[in-house]
């Protein structure tokens, strides 16, 4: 169908197969970008994913999560490596956006779109990459005025190395 999006797609191939995925809810695929000035990023539905990200009504509902609050996007970078790389896929809870310690979050932080760790030290809040490498990847504080919290990482889809 024009205009239709992977999601869609699954979900109709799996209706179509007979499968019950009245369970199922799918997870739309988003690239975020920012224009310069803009505090919240653009968000655009990737028609075309690589990945359909779907996950159980019981599972969402075990977690306190509402299928509207979330989105999927793509690693792009090796920042929070091992864990997450390039090309995983993580599922963001838009409606979780208070810093909570030692959670990934996605954030805006300076015009970029980041994944980090939220940290807390000495009352300060830091954005932490997981990558070791602290020549590319260090510490910097979370500042209100250069980063805004847009939603806290649930769920990690990827490929085992």
Not at 25 to 35: C, D, E, G, N
Request: aromatic share 6%; with cysteine; proline share 4%.
């Amino acid at each position: 169908m024009l205009g239709e999006t992977s999601a869609h797609q699954a979900y109709r191939q799996q209706s179509n197969a007979g499968t019950d995925v009245d369970d199922m809810v799918f997870i739309r695929q988003v690239s975020l970008t920012l224009k310069p000035d803009a505090i919240h990023p653009d968000i655009a539905e990737i028609k075309h994913a690589q990945a359909v990200i779907c996950l159980h009504r019981n599972w969402l509902k075990a977690h306190k999560l509402l299928p509207e609050h979330l989105i999927a996007v793509a690693i792009d970078d090796a920042s929070m490596a091992p864990r997450l790389v390039a090309g995983d896929i993580v599922v963001i809870n838009t409606a979780s956006t208070v810093p909570q310690d030692n959670i990934v979050f996605l954030i805006n932080y300076k015009g970029a779109i980041v994944v980090r760790r939220l940290t807390r030290d000495l009352g300060r809040w830091y954005l932490s990459a997981d990558n070791g490498n602290r020549k590319n990847y260090q510490r910097e504080q979370f500042l209100p005025e250069d980063a805004e919290v847009l939603g806290r990482v649930v769920f990690l889809a990827g490929a085992i190395n």
